[in-house]
């Protein structure tokens, strides 16, 4: 149980971490990457961590038209309308359809060299953050299928194969000895030849009880000892004759039985002894 427990949950939790570690210490390298490209500008080189983040988390693509002259060299102020005291602080990283390069939110003068610069600048940054976008996918991706396949794993430990139990002349037939501890479901019917009411209830059986007990028990308090006994998982619904009822219940590791405290006869009568004080008991046992 120990081992199956191990498999099923400890070994994809200790996965899962290990993919959010992975992803998490992706992304960190990437942004590293991403402030060491804007430093490499001489634009920027001059910047603090802080104000490189800033610039990296509020950049924003801004489209202009073919050929359209942003700023020309040795000439101050020609070109677009440089921006407002309030925009000062932050710079955007912009893209002129095919040819990219990088803008200051400042007037500056720009020459040939800067603009090859902070073109590559910008380059490096796509790439970058294209790879950022990949280690974001790759964590989501893992988790998604940790999660899935421990979910499948409970999933299969809780559905397992249908186990036919039925009833004829009082007595239950086709339950195992012994069960596996876990989710179990049962099909209950019952095959009386005549008309009559049966149920299929699980009890824990304390240390040193066994189905004689419940028998005797029945014998002398009749219906009502049914709740000298500790009930698993609910009760099962009753069954008349040619019916049955589907029931999914979990199982630990123990002793227990199944019995019948309904007090129909065979003549039809409603209030006749229990049915366990007739034998109506199976004990088994879930290792």
């Not at 040939?112 to 073109?119: Q, T, V």
């Not at 194969?161 to 339950?175: A, D, E, I, N, P």
């Not at 009749?222 to 009822?245: K, M, Q, R, Y």
């Amino acid at each position: 149980m120990i081992a199956s427990v191990v498999v099923d949950w400890v070994v994809p939790a200790i996965l899962f971490v290990l993919v959010v570690i992975a992803a998490w210490i992706g992304i960190l390298w990437t942004s590293s990457e991403e402030l060491a490209a804007l430093r490499s500008a001489p634009l920027f080189n001059g910047l603090s961590t802080r104000q490189l983040r800033s610039i990296l988390a509020t950049a924003h693509p801004v489209t202009f038209s073919p050929r359209e002259q942003l700023t020309s060299q040795g000439e101050p102020g020609v070109g677009r309308v440089g921006p407002t005291p309030a925009q000062v602080a932050r710079h955007r990283l912009v893209t002129c359809q095919t040819e990219e390069t990088l803008a200051a939110s400042r007037p500056h003068r720009s020459s040939s060299a800067e603009g090859r610069a902070l073109k590559e600048v910008e380059m490096r940054l796509g790439n970058l953050r294209g790879r950022r976008t990949v280690w974001r996918l790759f964590a989501v991706a893992a988790v998604f299928a940790l999660v899935s396949t421990a979910c499948s794993k409970g999933s299969s430990s809780s559905s397992s194969s249908l186990t036919t139990v039925f009833v004829q002349k009082f007595r239950f037939h086709g339950m195992p000895t012994t069960l596996s501890s876990g989710y179990h479901q049962f099909l209950f019917q019952n095959k009386e030849s005549f008309q009559i009411t049966h149920e299929m209830i699980p009890v824990a059986l304390p240390s040193g009880k066994t189905v004689q007990d419940i028998i005797s028990d029945a014998k002398d308090k009749g219906a009502d000892s049914e709740d000298d006994w500790l009930h698993i998982g609910g009760d099962f619904g009753s069954a008349d004759t040619g019916a049955g009822v589907v029931e999914t219940i979990y199982l630990p590791v123990g002793t227990y039985a199944i019995a019948c405290w309904q007090t129909g006869t065979t003549t039809g009568d409603e209030h006749g002894p229990p049915h366990a004080a007739k034998g109506m008991v199976f004990q088994f046992t879930v290792t």
